[in-house]
């Protein structure tokens, strides 16, 4: 058995059930069983899949399913069992749960020694009319069936893309479309519309100057300080950030790239029990994007950090059946983040924030970053504690 520190077990089969079956969910699956072979764990999860959904954008160049595993290959392969529901759990709930160490699913009880929450945040989204598109379209539609589709019912002069949203995911796929368009050798023009003043502003400055030049190298236009109102009948229509004036501009097509929803977060403290009343609940955790630990450790919407999250999860679980309840608290760091710019070149930071590297080192750190995730679905760890 791999070693644990303050690990003393009491049991060889806990009952675990995992409420979502994303990155931090997978995560804790392969970490519970690496220590804990015997361990019943069962997933709930909506869809019949995991979905590795930070490669979305790489649909216009590769198929859907390379990006999908089916939760009856992780039975088959980690012996564990998947129910495909979405059960809502609110604060009374979860308290109910603790006390009565059981989970209704679909009318059936499913009896648990530890609850792990991994739901994920739900995508920002508004009301969408025909030609509209946002991630929630990636998730069943690969990117390159998507676009041409619709421009194959347009005239060549009515062929305009708007991306609206210069975060990660709105920049990533607005350079799989231009590289996309370039390789099908499709007359289009595309734009980008963002509510600031520069793009990736999360990041450092030099993020936005590298992504910003080379948008320009490809003859993207750029809309800063913009605001997306709606799209009608071939036109978008746009509102300029500070005299609220809007206009109008021809699009065929826009894709939505708004963020995550935030209101959907659930509080945990250090060692990743979930908080009800300022009590925590000692069988239950939470890790992934809708978990906010108290602790100085990371707690940004990124796989990453879901990852860590759902392993650390996991770890605290089994600490907490043994003998010792000595817990580990959550002091994880992003060693570094990596936004592609298409196939073959991209932007990152790694170690500190201010070491900015663009094109080839940036691709290296990404595909180091994307093996390791896939060596953990085979259940190799090979992430540092």
């Given amino acids: 058995m791999p070693f644990l520190p303050f690990y003393l077990p009491r049991h060889k089969q806990l009952k675990i059930v995992i409420v979502g079956g994303g990155y931090a969910g997978v995560a804790a699956l392969v970490t519970l069983l690496r220590h804990m072979p015997e361990a019943r764990i069962t997933i709930v999860d909506p869809r019949s899949h995991h979905l590795k959904i930070t490669h979305l954008h790489e649909t216009f160049r590769y198929p859907l399913d390379d990006f999908l595993i089916s939760f009856s290959t992780l039975e088959n392969r ?13 604060d009374y709930t979860l308290w109910q749960c603790q006390n009565d160490k ?5 009318d059936e009880i499913l009896e648990f020694d530890y609850l792990l929450m991994a739901p994920g945040s739900p995508i920002a989204q508004i009301a969408k009319q025909k030609n509209i598109f946002d991630l929630e379209d990636f998730m069943t539609t690969a990117g390159s069936d998507l676009l041409s589709r619709v421009l194959d019912a347009c005239n060549k002069s009515e062929r305009v893309i708007s991306v609206i949203g210069g975060g990660a995911t709105g920049i990533q796929f ?44 490809l003859d993207i236009d750029f809309y800063p300080n913009t605001r997306y109102r709606s799209q009608e009948a071939g036109n978008i229509l746009l509102e300029e950030g500070e005299t609220h004036a809007q206009f109008s501009l021809p699009s065929a097509i826009s894709f939505l790239f708004l963020g995550r929803k935030p209101g959907a977060l659930r509080s945990a403290n250090a060692f990743g029990q979930v ?40 770890r605290n679980i089994l600490r907490h059946s043994g003998a010792i309840k000595l817990l580990e608290p959550y002091f994880h760091r992003d060693l570094g983040y990596v936004v592609s710019l298409g196939p073959a070149d991209a932007v ?27 060596l953990l679905l085979t259940g190799i760890d090979t992430y540092l504690v």
């Fill in 275 to 314: 908080m009800v009343e300022r009590k925590p609940l000692q069988n239950i955790f939470t890790a992934g994007d809708c978990s906010i630990y108290d602790s100085s450790g990371s707690n940004t919407m990124t796989a990453q950090s879901a990852v860590r999250k759902g392993m650390l999860a996991a």
């Fill in 174 to 217: 607005l350079f799989e479309i231009a590289y996309f368009l370039r390789r099908q050798k499709i007359d289009a023009k595309l734009r980008l519309v963002h509510g600031e003043d520069r793009v990736l502003k999360q990041f450092p400055e030099g993020f936005s100057a590298y992504a910003q030049t080379r948008m320009a190298d």
């Fill in 348 to 374: 990152g930071w790694l170690a500190l924030e201010g070491n900015v590297v663009g094109g080839m080192p940036a691709l290296l750190i990404k595909e180091l970053v994307e093996a390791q995730y896939d």
């Fill in 78 to 90: 980690f012996g564990c069992r998947h129910i495909r529901a979405e059960p809502s759990l609110d």
């Fill in 102 to 106: 059981f989970l209704t699913v679909n």
